[in-house]
């Protein structure tokens, strides 16, 4: 929580603090995460200077109080960004100092947070990280011992015992955070039940160091690495099933490409049909056919429940346009897809051409077959079409007072409202419009049903790829409401749909079809669920999962009309 809410800070700085950006020190022991900052122009000062300019964040560990009267001094604003359960560890230390108490930390000499919390303990502060240091040092007539909040905690256990035992008026506090305390019991369960653990995190992590000591001594095999480039298949020999764990410094992008590569490994320069079934799924979703599918799906049912005869067109219109604008946002997107997905990143690098080809087509497709059916259908299609090119692009010049609302993607949310009107318009409202229909209830009721399914699928992958939306600044909504919230919000709108059908379908506004189709905001809940309590992870399985739903829709559709018929 506090290295997460560090980053965040920091990368949330450019925005919104007074340049030039500073962190005293490494913000976290992580090498890609600074090459990162220093990417967006964040420097590391190491000392402080007679006098500054802009803005010094605090690190995660935190430093000496005089650190940072040093640089308020000096003419920096400080923002801190020290972890809350370092500051409770500080706290606890500089009442005790101030009452007299000697403090022992227990933990590394030279470790940031350990010489921090030095800082805090003034003359009176002691650091050991042995029971043999412990020994070492004279017995105080009042002290306390805290830890290092990512020490090992058997260490921290055998403290106890010796000072329960040797000194029984010392203050002893749990200091260790209890992620900290949680992932090595964790680990060392994991171990027990793999052929082999894989531990993320730089190399100078003190914490995930130890993870892979704990690892190390408990499997048969086991890796410590950096990132995903750093992972030797060769290292793993023979593995069936793998434990993947990482150090507190590590973000999730990294940990998501390390889990994307070993989802990959069973499937590389192999036969049989897992191997062939995992590709062509991997295929479908990198070239948004598979979501195109979807989109022809949705379409299919949405037309059947509201009583629109002339299928085919509107089904071609939703199949090429949303696989055309999918294919060109990411095309103009991939910055963000170095984080959240480096597969597809370099997938559309190394095949830019023919996907360009594939959406211009696709978008052509769209367009002529629009136009068949009437002038204010091509317009609008048309229309959706020029927005959604110019998603990523700008669209308003640079004057005072507006630098950072220059494109639609920098509108809070506009991603996903976007993709979901879109959706809505091309599967609901295009068809009732073309067809010459009035927009009854139904048309009403299957726009909110449509559109809400779409948006669900969307903020959910929003969530997924939070962290790689943040460090490209985009402000999708779990960046808003936070990933917590907005897993909750997209749950509820999954309740109001199932009791929405029903109601529709009993009510006789919508056709029965609604009932059948609660399958898909009651798998979509299941499936959300399944990754919230952490059974299913990002990657080729649940997105191709998730985008499965829409086409179940149309395949839903397909037999209930098919049924419908043999009873007439």
Not at 130 to 159: G, K, M, W
Not at 287 to 314: D, E
Not at 418 to 439: F, H, R, Y
Not at 515 to 528: G, S
């Amino acid at each position: 929580m506090g290295v997460r809410r560090a980053v965040e800070m920091v990368l949330d700085a450019p925005g919104r603090l007074q340049k030039p950006i500073y962190t005293f020190g490494p913000l976290i022991h992580n090498p890609q995460v600074l090459d990162l900052l220093r990417e967006k122009g964040i420097e590391i000062l190491t000392q402080v200077p007679e006098a500054g300019s802009g803005t010094v964040l605090i690190r995660a560990h935190g430093v000496p109080p005089e650190i940072k009267e040093g640089l308020k001094m000096a003419g920096f604003e400080v923002v801190d960004a020290t972890c809350p359960r370092v500051i409770r560890v500080q706290t606890i230390i500089r009442k005790h100092a101030q009452k007299g108490y000697a403090s022992i930390i227990v933990g590394d000499k030279d470790h940031p947070e350990v010489v921090g919390l030095l800082g805090y303990a003034g003359e009176t502060g002691y650091v050991v990280d042995s029971i043999e240091e412990l020994d070492a040092l004279s017995a105080f007539p009042q002290a306390i011992i805290v830890a290092q909040t990512t020490q090992n905690t058997h260490l921290y256990r055998r403290v106890r015992q010796w000072a329960e035992k040797r000194h029984p008026h010392y203050k002893i506090f749990d200091t260790i955070c209890d992620s900290t305390e949680k992932r090595q019991a964790e680990v060392k369960s994991l171990a027990k039940n793999v052929d082999a653990v894989v531990v993320v995190g730089g190399y100078d992590s003190g914490n995930t160091k130890r993870l892979a000591d704990i690892a190390k001594k408990t499997a048969a095999t086991a890796v410590h690495i950096e990132s995903a480039d750093d992972l030797d298949i060769n290292s793993l020999p023979g593995v069936r099933t793998i434990g993947l764990t990482a150090g507190a410094s590590t973000p999730n992008w990294i940990i998501k490409k390390v889990y994307r590569a070993l989802e990959m490994l069973p499937f590389k320069n192999r036969m049989g049909w897992r191997s062939v079934l995992f590709n062509i799924q991997r295929s479908l979703l990198l070239t948004n056919i598979y979501v195109s599918l979807g989109a022809a799906g949705l379409c299919y049912a949405c037309t059947h429940l509201t009583g629109i005869k002339q299928h085919f067109p509107h089904i071609l219109i939703a199949m090429f346009y949303v696989q055309s604008m999918h294919i060109l946002n990411n095309l103009t997107g991939t910055n963000a897809d170095r984080y959240n997905d480096p597969d597809r990143a370099s997938f559309y690098y190394d095949h830019r051409i023919f996907l360009t080809l594939l959406a211009v087509a696709g978008g052509g497709i769209g367009l002529i077959t629009a136009y068949t059916l009437g002038i204010y259908p091509f317009l609008i299609l048309l229309t959706m079409s020029i927005t959604g090119l110019s998603y990523n692009r700008r669209i308003l010049p640079k004057w005072k007072g507006n630098t950072h609302f220059l494109r639609l993607k920098d509108i809070s949310g506009s991603k996903t409202i976007l993709i979901t009107m879109a959706w809505g318009v091309v599967t609901t409202l295009l068809p009732t419009l073309s067809a010459g229909n009035s927009a009854g209830w139904e048309t009403v009721l299957v726009f909110f049903w449509s559109t809400s399914l779409v948006f669900v699928r969307s903020a959910f992958f929003d969530i997924l790829d939070v962290q790689g939306d943040r460090i490209v600044g985009k402000g999708t909504i779990p960046i808003l409401l936070g990933e917590k919230k907005t897993l909750r919000f997209l749950k509820r709108i999954l309740a109001a749909l199932v009791v929405l059908s029903l109601l529709a379908a009993a009510a006789k506004v919508i056709s029965t079809l609604a009932v059948a189709l609660i399958f898909c905001p009651v798998f979509l809940w299941i499936v959300l669920s399944a990754h919230e309590q952490g059974y299913m992870h990002p990657g080729i399985r649940l997105e191709f999962l998730v985008e499965t739903i829409f086409v179940s829709a149309g395949i839903m559709t397909l037999i209930w009309s098919f049924s419908r018929n043999l009873q007439i």
